[in-house]
């Protein structure tokens, strides 16, 4: 699965983009979330507050409870503004 992180997410996890393989049981965008705030210090506090993360699965806005597997592209960004 390729993940890419936008913003602050980027700037937290220290990474733009990255290849993982999912362990067992990662099954959608919350199980997602949940391992890689797991992963170290930075992951949880960029994953810190659910309420401002946008997520994207092959380039479509979707909802936390959308089903990941490998072979997708998961985007995380912040909530977008007009202006």
Known sequence: MKILYFAHFREKANVAEE??????????????????ESRSD???DAFADRDHIRVAVNQEHVDFDTLVKMGDEVAFFPPMTGG
């Open 19 to 36: 290849e993982v393989e999912l362990p067992d049981g990662i099954s959608d965008v919350n199980s997602l979330i949940d391992w890689l």
């Open 42 to 44: 930075g992951y949880a």
